[in-house]
């Protein structure tokens, strides 16, 4: 008995396990998408171009996706803002100078599927960096933003 109900669970457990496939997020024609400059809700006008380019880099790495400059070449749109940008103190010297700082910064990304007109994906990305004003690796603001 004990060895027909391991042979059924096994069972179950092969035809539950092939009968699920995986759901892609992007339509099967998706293959191109357009990036317009993304906004920026912060008091830092560089920050458009580092990330931007950024993105458009992975794009380039994952090379799933191509990007286009031309909206009518395009499947998508991925619109994205910057919606965050904040410095915080970590630690200071022995002296009382700040050592080491947070920079964190926030984006709002959608993406729109062109040909159907409806919206793929909503959502927020953050990312916190540390770098240090004094120790070493010392660090500007600026590298900490790239």
């Excluded at 024609?29 to 993105?55: A, D, G, S």
Aim: proline letters at 4%.
């Amino acid at each position: 008995m004990k060895k027909i109900f391991f042979l059924m669970s096994i069972f179950l457990l092969l035809v539950i396990g092939c009968s699920w496939t995986p759901r892609t997020v992007l339509p099967e024609y998706f293959r191109v998408i357009h990036m317009p400059k993304f906004k920026n809700n912060t008091l830092q006008p560089q920050l458009v171009e580092f990330i931007n380019q950024k993105f458009l880099e992975k794009f380039e790495m994952d090379g799933r996706l191509t990007a286009t400059e031309h909206v009518s070449k395009a499947d998508g749109i991925l619109f994205g803002t910057i919606s965050k940008y904040k410095k915080a103190p970590l630690s200071y010297s022995d002296l009382g100078e700040l050592d080491v700082n947070a920079l964190t910064i926030g984006i709002e990304v959608k993406l729109r599927d062109i040909k159907s007109g409806k919206w793929l994906h909503d959502s927020y990305l953050e990312e916190t960096v540390e770098f240090n004003f004094i120790s070493e690796p010392v660090e500007t603001e600026i590298d900490a933003q790239k």
